[in-house]
Structures are given as structure tokens and as C-alpha cells.
């Protein structure tokens, strides 16, 4: 059964607000890294990945509004139409709420083909709306970003779980 | 918090927010594509943003820093040649100063309009955004050091494209490339005048509706034409890369690749605004030079 090694799952700390707010603005200078050419193609979209970390370990502290604001911020970064970002965010954030209570119950290594069909929804709606403004279909590597994002996940996730990990010597004494 | 659990705190349902968060993004989609309502709200934003694409760039700043630090040990060197380069360049100069000099006082004669001494400023890129579908980039000057919309980029081979929305410390940079964006130009070899369009893909731009028996050839240089008052004549633009000459259709098929790189430096200069040509005093001139003008804009775009 799927559930067998639930117990197994290590009791947390509670998450500071700061560190999601500094986990954010970190993703943000993630994405704005000045990169160029395959680097560009292969880089996965880390403010899509820390929002869904969130929405899927604290929903009740990140949830669609901050998925909103972020993709506006990400939308002036990114020099785009004004709400782009936005969209997609809020729409992945959405899916993610959705499913945040049967993802919970999967490890990190589980829940990553699951984030790939999620980061690729986002892109989806992201080419949906460049599309409605009368772009070019792009070339299939377009859609890397989520790909390496998918394998990027379990990393990154116990990179976010790091902070919350119980201290050793708690159980000391 | 005080006043009921988190846990019991639900607000809205989820569907409920979801309406509403994509309602207001396709609002302000429109807002900002449709009526253009929101510069003010995006030069908010991006004084938020500023600081973290400073933040950004700044491993890439320090290389440069180190790799001039340890590229100093060539200096003696390079000091030689650049000083044996500065000799033959100040000649050419002298000549060019002749020449100018020589320009000046046949234009005068003519009782033509000067060209304009273009004034530039030096901009670094800071940020190129992520999606391929945008053809634009970020530099990291705005408003403040007097850049507007409309300003000519170029970098030291031609031209890269127009500044098309700025800030007080950034400004964005439509590229040659964006679908939306053409360049009046004119080729060399014997001052065809057409208009290049981008097409949205990486280094392809393309003249459209030139007519299949037109004198165009592959390898020819095209350098902005000036007309539009917005490019300063002469520019390098493009080098026409491919022709399909298909009898069936009524147009060539004609693409370009563009002269400048952008992915190579990260120096950019930006042409000061041209003045917009004014009306010329007597009458006459301007019946004159009028027409012509527009009918060789005619030859050109057919």
C-alpha cells in the first residue's frame, strides 16, 4: 500500500514566514539570473517550483495570492504583458491546492513525474497565452524547463525542508 | 490569529479565488496590450525588481572584474598595439574631419538640412527574459540617464533594435527579431528601399512582399534608409541570407540575418532620439522633395 511508509514521515518544525518569503524573493534571483543559449533552455523555472513546494506543504499560508503577486513580479522581470505570469501561476497554484493532501503523502522522489504534469500545465497556459497574442509556435524545447524541473524537484524540495528538519539533540537529555 | 484556529480559517472557496485571480489577470492583460493603462503600476513594480537584477548580474559583473584583473598582465602589450592602432585610426580621422568640414559646406550650398550628430549612451544588458518567445532584453540603464521609447540601439557591428518601454534605473529593448517590430532599410549595392520585419525566431528576419523579379541578391547588405525618422541612415542591418524566387506567388521569399549579435557583448550603445524632421520654410522645396521621396518609398516597398 502506498500509505505503508507514512509513519515513517519525520514530524516537522513549523516554517518560519520569513524563510518562505526569503525562499521567494531567492527563486526570484534565481530567475533572473542573466543566462543566454542552452543554459536558458535548461533552466527550470524556480519560482513555479517554490510555489508549488509551498502550496503543497503550507497551503494555508501560500496559496493563490502569492502565486498571483509573484507572477506579476515575474511578468515585469520578464518584460512580458502585464498579468502573463500571473495567470499561469495562479492556475498551477490552483492544481496544486487541489491535490496538496494526496501529494503530502508522497515522498519527494514520488511526487516529481506528478510536478512535471503540473509545471507542464503552467507552461501550457504560459504558451496558450503567447500564442493569443500572435506568437510563433515554439520548438519542442520549449518545454525542457518543466522536464528539468521535474528532475530538479526532489533536490530541491529537501533543499526546503532543510530549515524544518528537527534538531538532533531534541531528543537528548 | 486570535480569534478562531488557522485550521478552521478558510475564507474563500477555492474555486471561488481561482475565478477571481484569473479574472484580474486577463483584465490586466488587457489593460496593458489593449489600452496601454498601466505604465505607471509597471515602473512600480520594477523599482521592486531593480535591486534583484542588480543582485542577479552581480556574479557576472565580478567575473568580468577578475578576468580584467588577470587580463592586465597583457597590458604592456596591448598598450603598443592599441597606441600603433590610435596613430592609424587619428590619421583616417584627419581625413574624415576634411571630409566633414568639406560635407558641411556642400550641404550648406545645397541649402539641405544637416545630418544630426547622434549623442549616445553606453547600456549593459542585464537581463534576457526567459521565454523564447520574447525578443527582448533589459538594460541597465533608464530614464534617469535620459533614455526614452523610441531610442536606436545598436552595438559596434549594427543595429540590435529600439528601446520600447522604460523605467527610472532599466529599460527593455524590442530586438530586430520581435514579430512586431520592422526597420525601414535600404540595400547597398543599389539603394532598394524596403521595409525589414523579425519574425519572432532567433536570427531570421525577412523582407516581405518584394516582388519576385526585384534586384535583390543573396549576400546583399542592407543599412537602415533613414525615412522613418526614427533610424539614422547608414546602420547595418542585415545581410539577405536566402531567396526563393517561386513564379506561382507573387511575392519572394527573402530572409535576412541580422548584422549585430546580441548574444555576443554585453555593451550596448543607445542612440540619442532623432529630431523630427521640420517643415521647411518656403514652399516650394517641400513640393518638391516631397513626392519624390514618397515615390521611391513606393519603388522600394513593391
Known amino acids: 500500500m502506498a500509505f505503508a511508509d507514512y509513519p515513517k514521515q519525520e514530524i516537522?518544525?513549523?516554517v518560519k514566514g520569513s524563510f518562505i518569503?526569503?525562499?521567494?524573493?531567492?527563486?526570484?534571483?534565481?530567475?533572473?539570473?542573466?543566462?543566454?543559449?542552452?543554459?536558458?533552455?535548461?533552466?527550470?523555472?524556480?519560482?513555479?517550483?517554490?510555489?508549488?513546494?509551498?502550496?503543497?506543504?503550507?497551503?494555508?499560508?501560500?496559496?493563490?495570492?502569492?502565486?498571483?503577486?509573484?507572477?506579476?513580479?515575474?511578468?515585469?522581470?520578464?518584460?512580458?504583458?502585464?498579468?502573463?505570469?500571473?495567470?499561469?501561476?495562479?492556475?498551477?497554484?490552483?492544481?496544486?491546492?487541489?491535490?496538496?493532501?494526496?501529494?503530502?503523502?508522497?515522498?519527494?522522489?514520488?511526487?516529481?513525474?506528478?510536478m512535471g504534469l503540473i509545471l507542464l500545465t503552467e507552461q501550457s497556459i504560459m504558451l496558450l497565452t503567447w500564442l493569443l497574442d500572435g506568437s510563433n509556435v515554439p520548438g519542442w524545447n520549449f518545454f525542457i524547463a518543466s522536464a528539468t524541473g521535474t528532475v530538479l524537484w526532489p533536490l530541491f524540495s529537501s533543499l526546503l525542508r532543510m530549515p524544518q528538519r528537527p534538531r538532533s539533540d531534541s531528543n537528548a537529555l | 490569529m486570535e480569534m478562531a484556529?488557522?485550521?478552521?480559517?478558510?475564507?474563500?472557496?477555492?474555486?471561488?479565488?481561482?475565478?477571481?485571480?484569473?479574472?484580474?489577470?486577463?483584465?490586466?492583460?488587457?489593460?496593458?496590450?489593449?489600452?496601454?493603462?498601466?505604465?505607471?503600476?509597471?515602473?512600480?513594480?520594477?523599482?521592486?525588481?531593480?535591486?534583484?537584477?542588480?543582485?542577479?548580474?552581480?556574479?557576472?559583473?565580478?567575473?568580468?572584474?577578475?578576468s580584467e584583473f588577470f587580463a592586465s598582465r597583457h597590458l604592456t602589450v596591448e598598450n603598443e598595439e592599441l597606441k600603433q592602432q590610435h596613430l592609424i585610426v587619428q590619421g583616417q580621422l584627419q581625413q574624415l574631419q576634411a571630409l566633414e568640414a568639406e560635407n558641411v559646406q556642400l550641404r550648406k550650398l545645397l541649402e539641405t538640412s544637416q545630418r544630426l550628430e547622434s549623442k549616445a549612451v553606453m547600456a549593459e544588458i542585464l537581463h534576457v527574459p526567459r521565454d523564447p518567445f520574447n525578443r527582448k532584453v533589459i538594460l541597465d540603464k533608464g530614464s534617469q540617464s535620459g533614455i526614452q521609447p523610441g531610442q536606436v540601439v545598436v552595438d559596434d557591428v549594427g543595429v540590435v533594435?529600439?528601446?520600447?518601454?522604460?523605467?527610472?534605473?532599466?529599460?527593455?529593448?524590442?530586438?530586430?527579431?520581435?514579430?512586431?517590430h520592422s526597420v525601414p532599410v535600404q540595400v547597398v549595392r543599389n539603394g532598394l528601399r524596403s521595409v525589414v520585419s523579425g519574425t519572432g525566431k532567433d536570427g531570421t528576419l525577412e523582407l516581405r512582399y518584394v516582388a519576385v523579379n526585384t534586384d535583390i541578391e543573396e549576400g546583399d547588405m542592407l543599412v537602415t534608409s533613414g525615412i522613418d525618422g526614427v533610424y539614422p541612415p547608414g546602420l547595418p542591418v542585415a545581410v539577405v541570407s536566402k531567396i526563393e524566387r517561386n513564379p506561382t506567388y507573387v511575392f519572394a521569399q527573402v530572409t535576412c540575418t541580422p548584422a549585430a549579435g546580441v548574444g555576443h557583448y554585453r555593451q550596448l550603445l543607445v542612440l540619442s532620439l532623432l529630431i523630427p524632421v521640420t517643415e521647411t520654410k518656403n514652399p516650394e522645396e517641400a513640393t518638391e522633395s516631397k513626392p519624390e521621396g514618397k515615390k521611391r518609398d513606393k519603388i522600394g516597398i513593391r
Open chain 2, 5 to 66: 484556529p488557522q485550521f478552521f480559517r478558510h475564507g474563500p472557496s477555492l474555486l471561488a479565488r481561482l475565478v477571481f485571480f484569473v479574472m484580474l489577470s486577463l483584465l490586466l492583460m488587457a489593460a496593458d496590450t489593449r489600452f496601454k493603462y498601466l505604465p505607471e503600476i509597471r515602473q512600480a513594480f520594477s523599482i521592486i525588481i531593480y535591486p534583484l537584477q542588480k543582485l542577479a548580474n552581480t556574479p557576472s559583473t565580478a567575473y568580468d572584474a577578475i
Open chain 2, 161 to 180: 533594435g529600439q528601446i520600447t518601454r522604460t523605467s527610472p534605473w532599466l529599460s527593455e529593448v524590442t530586438l530586430l527579431t520581435d514579430k512586431d
Open chain 1, 12 to 14: 516537522l518544525r513549523p
Open chain 1, 21 to 114: 518569503f526569503l525562499s521567494l524573493m531567492a527563486a526570484l534571483l534565481l530567475n533572473l539570473l542573466p543566462l543566454k543559449g542552452t543554459a536558458l533552455t535548461l533552466c527550470p523555472d524556480f519560482i513555479a517550483l517554490t510555489i508549488l513546494y509551498w502550496c503543497i506543504n503550507q497551503p494555508q499560508r501560500v496559496g493563490m495570492s502569492t502565486a498571483f503577486s509573484m507572477g506579476l513580479l515575474m511578468d515585469i522581470g520578464n518584460a512580458s504583458t502585464f498579468g502573463q505570469h500571473a495567470l499561469s501561476y495562479s492556475i498551477m497554484a490552483f492544481v496544486a491546492l487541489l491535490f496538496h493532501r494526496r501529494l503530502h503523502n508522497f515522498g519527494s522522489l514520488k511526487q516529481a513525474p506528478q
